[in-house]
């Protein structure tokens, strides 16, 4: 029986949503699209980590005390500081800290933690971060999972240490070296929500956009932290045409899935109810899409870009269809592939090159 809230709009199935539709669609959701995989028993695997909340350590100092005494505590974590005060919050001999009222923080002094410190501007987002984030529980036992996960799938990979932190709206979740481990460091103020005024703190920035900032909450922390890990884990596109990137961001894409099964559709894609719907009832057109014109071949980035990224729009396409639409459809491809050759294990999407044979191999056939 044909749905009568549905029309058709250049080939693109474009459902109004009615609030029964809109429940169907979000148990449907819930489940995930090309999700049939069981979580594996890693109950049996250690993913506990050392967790250091830096913007409490930094914020908590007394800028009047002694520099032998502050600095002892900075000798805890030294790899982390040095890139806080070298790179995070750079000298200002190097690039002047500019906060929105135009303040700079000087970090080339003998104490550089003092002007972070007394800048009322860092220390209002410090504020901010310490009111949302006292508790942290929650992200600690999805990161706890996934590490634990990280270690069944990539065995010898072991568990990283974790830092919070407060950049000065300067840094998403970053990943660096720390000692035998690696480091993962989290902006928590990255993460205050939509409702933040962001624009009041870093004026007119296009990282926060409105389409962007309705990710910027708790319910992302895990995932985005995780994300780093993985990108790091497959490395960068083997090519810059529409397909690798495609291919090779529905690989991360399905690596983070398995590393946090319990992840919702919405927060794995960064996408709404919505938008998921839209993506599942046009998997065919989309594809039909990519093929038109060979731009699934095209490596002009301005043709592809939004394809890839996070965008309010797409040109060529239905006002319906998220940004980063194409990462959704390398998902289902990868998905095909596992689900027609169960012999392909996490680790050797990590040595994948080759987009079109991965195509072809899957038998990818959209719905």
């Known amino acids: 029986m044909t749905n009568p809230g549905k029309h058709r709009v250049n080939g693109y199935n474009n459902a109004k949503i009615t609030p029964c539709i809109a429940l169907a669609i979000a148990i449907l959701t819930n489940l995930g699209c090309g999700k049939t995989d069981e979580a594996p028993d890693v109950s049996h695997l250690d993913g506990s980590f050392s967790l250091t909340r830096t913007e ?23 790899t982390f500081w040095d890139l806080y005060f070298s790179v995070i919050i750079p000298p200002a001999t190097d690039t002047t800290y500019q906060s929105a009222q135009h303040s700079s923080i000087d970090t080339s002094l003998d104490k550089p933690w003092v ?20 508790d942290m529980s929650d992200i600690n036992a999805q990161l706890t999972t996934a590490f634990q996960y990280l270690q069944y799938y990539f065995p010898g990979n072991r568990v990283p240490n974790v830092y919070t932190l407060v950049s000065g709206f300067g840094y998403f979740p970053f990943i ?16 205050l929500g939509s409702d933040f005024p ?12 409105d389409y962007l900032i309705r990710t910027y909450n708790r319910d992302h922390v895990a995932k985005r932290t995780v994300e780093v890990l993985v990108d790091d884990l497959v490395g960068p596109s ?57 731009l ?40 095909a592939l ?25 038998r990818y056939r959209p719905r």
């Open 56 to 78: 409490q350590i930094l914020f908590s100092i007394d800028t009047l005390a002694s520099e032998e005494s502050v600095r002892s505590i900075f000798t805890q974590h030294e």
């Open 115 to 134: 002007p972070i410190v007394r800048d009322p501007y860092m220390r209002a987002i410090a504020e901010s971060v310490s009111q949302d984030y006292t």
């Open 176 to 191: 660096f070296e720390d000692g035998e481990r690696d480091g993962l460091g989290i902006s928590l103020e990255m993460f």
């Open 198 to 209: 962001y624009r009041s703190f870093v004026g007119n920035v296009n990282a926060f956009s």
């Open 238 to 294: 083997p090519g810059d045409k529409l397909i690798d990137m495609m291919i090779h961001n529905g690989i991360k894409l399905y690596i983070i899935e398995h590393l946090m099964p319990d992840l919702s559709d919405t927060i794995l894609f960064e996408l709404n109810p919505k938008q998921l719907a839209w993506c599942e009832s046009n998997e065919l057109n989309l594809w039909a899409h990519f093929l038109k014109d060979d």
């Open 296 to 335: 699934l071949y095209s490596n002009e980035f301005s043709e592809i870009q939004k394809l890839i990224s996070p965008a309010p729009g797409i040109p060529g396409m239905p006002s319906e269809a998220p940004g980063g639409v194409a990462n959704w459809t390398g998902w289902r491809i990868i998905h």
């Open 338 to 362: 596992t689900e027609k050759d169960p012999k392909v294990k996490m680790l050797d999407l990590l040595s994948i090159q080759d987009a079109q044979a991965v195509v072809e191999a899957a």
